[in-house]
Nanobody
């Protein structure tokens, strides 16, 4: 069965850094990524990466966040630098298998204080 387990969330000061990790199991994933959802807002794509390494970032995080993956380990990471209070949200790991079924992790809270 497919499972995605996130780690690395927490409280950080503005300008600081966090590294989120997601350990996936149970399938081969064509695309993996991170979404976030703040209270009262729609869930939005933060970054995604294909098995071949093609990346996509939300405009709001370009130049600050870096997504990476290890295909052999089925892990995906999100290095978040220069964090801002506006980055505060629940961050969800996601993964799409080879027939485009999408799976979600439970989410991890990221809080950035000013």
């Amino acid at each position: 069965q497919v499972q995605l387990v996130e780690s690395g969330g927490g409280l950080v000061q503005a300008g600081g850094s966090l590294r989120l990790s997601c350990a996936a199991s149970g399938s081969i994933f064509a695309t993996m990524g991170w979404y976030r959802q703040a209270p009262g807002k729609q869930r939005e794509l933060v970054a995604s990466i294909t098995r071949g390494g093609a990346t996509n970032y939300a405009d709001s995080v370009k130049g600050r966040f870096t997504i990476s993956r290890d295909n052999a380990k089925n892990t995906v990471n999100l290095q978040m630098n220069n964090l801002e209070p506006e980055d505060t949200a629940v961050y969800y790991c996601s993964a799409a298998n080879l027939v485009n079924r999408i799976y979600w992790g439970q989410g991890t809270q990221v809080t950035v204080s000013s």
